[in-house]
């Protein structure tokens, strides 16, 4: 069905005399367009034709519902008023007949205010006098392909074709700048769409010195649904996501807010991907934006069914504020953006203002990722060494090697700063590749001295651990260093054994197979279970030291650390008590049969030299307590 069937043409039609506003009334409302058309295809039929004997299909039955929805003004304010009216509802005038010669504000006058609220309509002049200058009227409501004139008295014929012709173009124009300022899968106004509204919301915002909030949205962990429920699903989910934020629009403005400038469908867009755009304009408060991002919080948070799947996402928010946060739209998405990622760092499903700090921050964090970039090719990079101690008997059981990195420019930079931002990038794959190496390498070269390393950790990253390549890789390594597989332990945190445990068994037992041993590092912060860990096959598990720190003085981490320690005893896996710090703390671990034990107590994060050194005074101490002899060998 095409579209002129399918939606009436919106038409608004300004005069001051009532009878020629009824004698528009009968022309439109008592017309069926589809009877002109289908007659305009029959005649194209009959004279281009040209063989004659070519079937001539009967016009199609015209239904009698009315083919136009026509407004009526009898003056120029009110016609003004009425596309106003129609923009906000999103139901735009195609074309607008104006009289020339009304009372007080005249055609020219609305024509010139109507193309500026709204540039896409089709703008009809109509005069009974011949002195009017087109060219003069043009340059005032530009631009000439969009202005057209006609002469009274006209024939009703004249009226109705050219609302069709002119409606017709209005469409197709339409329909080209959705394909170019809207989104094709949501319908929403796209990222050039959105930019042309905020510079508009922004000179409103200035005009009415009213508070302007501009809200970047983002789901969080999208990719996942992407990756695991295929890219139609995620595609469904963006339409749903966009449905309930239209949907929540309307409520999420106070009741005081202006209403002129609330509620337009023109106010979300979709940025790209799962990134939204939503803008609040006429606030009186700063923290109304702020409870309208907690609103849709709420709202896109509740539960989505998806052919068999129920799927609940949770967006992060940013907000900035015009004027204090930005006076230009580049300004205040820029900053929005910026809030939005400090919030989804803290806590995903969670707003945040943007703060004058922030820029602060993320300066430095764009600086350490483009100084990352080549580091190792720089060689900045370096391992210290921790030893790790069998507190039965005080000798050394192992060792973690741990990545420290030394910058020309910033110096040296702590793993808690650069370690995240290399996982975000993708470039801790390649960097884990060579702590793996590199600690490898030494871990070998200390076996051929005859020194006692026992075994040599090494952390595993989630990005590293999800590579499908990954078990390659580790035995690659293995066989390029020449070191047993024996003495290599991986450290994987719970948080990524428990992500996704059906390809964690996977990559589990592959690992296993080349001989190496596998922990749980910081155990006791996620969700897993023994029982999976047990199936999962793994050797350690490192108690987290926030459980370790806090076990002289409280009683609920003692029963928490001692009762990890036992059940993995009964288990036959290991146990290895990171973050000591005291003497009570090894004794506690000591009377409660822990296995292993790491800490600046008992010895800090050494480069290669100093732990070589180490380990020799190990070989060397045979005698006295565990604590005497631990002591002995740390100095």
Known sequence: MSE???????????????EVREAYRQILLETDVSQDIAAFHDLRSRLFNRTGDGPRSEPRSASRAAAFDPIFCGDAE????????????????AVAFLDMRMPGRDGVWAATRIREIDPGIEIVICTAYSDVDPADIGGLVPPEDKLSYLNKPFHPHEVRQMTIALGSKWRAERHIVRLAYFDTLTGLPNREQSRSRLVSAIEAAKRHDRILAVLYLDLDNFKRVNDTLGHAVGDELLRVVAQRLCDSLPHIYPADSDSETHRRVGDIARLGGDEFLILLPGLRHAKEAGAAADALIRALSQPIQLALNSLVVTPSIGIALYPQDGADGESLLRNADLAMYFAKRKNSGTFAYYDGAMNAAALQRFTIEDRLRGAIERKEFSLNYQLQFDVSSGSVSGMEALLRWSSAELGAVPPAEFIPIAEETGMILTIGQWVLRTACRQARLWQDEGLPVGRMAVNVSGREFASPEYPAQIAAIL??????????????????VMADERWTEKALAELKQLGVSLAIDDFGTGHSTFARLRQFGVHRLKIDRSFVTRISEHSDDRAIASGIIAMARSLSINVTAEGVESSPQLLFLQEHACHDAQGFYLSKPVPAEQARELLQRARQIIHGTPTQRIRAITG
């Not at 069937?5 to 005399?17: A, G, H, K, M, S």
């Not at 009110?78 to 005038?93: E, F, H, I, M, S």
């Not at 066989?479 to 990524?496: H, Q």
């Open 4 to 18: 002129q069937r399918r939606t009436p043409i919106r038409v608004l039609v300004v005069d001051d005399e009532a």
């Open 78 to 93: 009110a016609a003004v008023a009425a596309v106003q009216d129609a923009l906000a509802r999103d139901q735009p005038v």
């Open 479 to 496: 066989r390029e260093t020449g070191l047993d597989a024996s003495k290599l332990e991986l450290e994987i945190t719970e948080s990524v």
